[in-house]
């Protein structure tokens, strides 16, 4: 088919790709402020730190709320209104005690990370700290959202106004919403939920690395791919294309909204192309940890309308 100026712009893969990856963990200075959380000791005390340094947590979810003055000023100029405005801290959350907090190491993009098995409450989550507490329709099958540029005045009353925070939410649900009984694969439900949440950190680290070292952190199939496939490997061993087909059903029209049906439709059957010949790139990873520092910048240079094997070999197999 002839490629229309936003097919072309949707394959052409990341900017920068064949451009020399740093070397360094860039630093996180988020990092430093929820380690210092007394998580495991106190948790009450560490929701009550987390709710005053992200007080968008407290705005009651309606229709234009982020262009409120109450927003304004209790968001963006970090002054606290009164309190008969905001949703009282009992109310946040309905499971409180099933927030997890973790502090996630990665070559490039190490990261909190907050999770929880409460449906309500990551939804609560990923409104009001992605969609500055716009009640938006999230659809059933997101589980994650990554974070960066967040507002965080724990952050901007220790660092200065210029500091932005990055997080990811979790949600512990089966990743793509596929039941353990139809994957394609033989796990049962418990090895799939603790999959599923390996599998989503992961993909949602992978995410932020590609902003961080590219510039890029993209609505597309290609992204997607990749972030599977990095999934894939940490929380199941393998890269399984029948996996990430059936685990894509749900959400893949989100990732080509820019598109018409018809060429939606081929970006996603090359989609599928290249997870079948990326399954058998990837086989000498099976049954090992990836070392993301090879691998990621190899998979970052890949195309959805180009074949695997016009590639140069990735590392590990140019090692063997």
């Not at 409450?121 to 540029?149: K, M, N, T």
Request: charged content about 20%.
């Amino acid at each position: 088919m002839d490629a229309s100026p936003d097919l072309n712009r949707y394959l052409r893969g990341f900017n920068h790709s064949q451009e020399e990856w740093p070397a360094e963990t860039p630093h996180n200075p988020s990092l430093a402020w929820w380690s210092a959380l007394p998580w495991s000791s106190d948790r009450v005390a560490s929701l009550q730190m987390i709710t005053e340094a992200m007080p968008q947590l407290w705005l009651p979810q309606q229709a234009g709320i982020s262009q409120s003055e109450l927003y304004h000023q209790l968001v963006l100029r970090g002054v606290a209104p009164p309190e008969a405005m905001l949703i009282p801290s009992s109310g946040i959350f309905k499971q409180p005690e099933e927030l997890q907090l973790r502090l996630v190491e990665h070559p490039y993009a190490a990261m909190p990370v907050l999770s929880t098995s409460n449906r309500e409450d990551f939804l609560w989550l990923v409104r009001a700290l992605a969609h500055r507490a716009e009640p938006v329709a999230i659809e059933a099958g997101v589980h994650a959202q990554a974070i960066s540029g967040l507002i965080h005045w724990g952050m901007i009353r220790g660092l200065g106004l210029g500091q932005r925070a990055s997080l990811i939410l979790l949600h512990e649900a089966p990743y793509g919403s596929v039941p353990s009984k139809d994957l394609p694969i033989n796990l049962n439900p418990n090895r799939w939920i603790q999959a599923s949440y390996t599998l989503r950190l992961e993909h949602e680290l992978t995410h932020l690395t590609t902003k961080q070292v590219l510039g890029e952190m993209r609505l597309n199939l290609l992204d997607e791919l990749i972030a599977d496939a990095m999934g894939h490997l940490m929380a199941l061993g393998q890269f399984s294309a029948l996996v990430f087909d059936r685990c894509l059903e749900q959400r893949w029209r989100a990732y080509v909204a820019e598109l018409n049906e018809e060429e939606a439709q081929w970006a996603l059957d090359l989609t599928r192309a290249r997870a079948q010949e990326l399954e058998v790139a990837l086989s000498p990873w099976q049954g090992t940890m990836p070392e993301r520092k090879q691998l990621l910048p190899w998979l970052c240079r890949l195309r959805l309308d180009q074949a695997i094997d016009q590639l140069a070999p990735h590392p590990q197999a140019k090692s063997e």
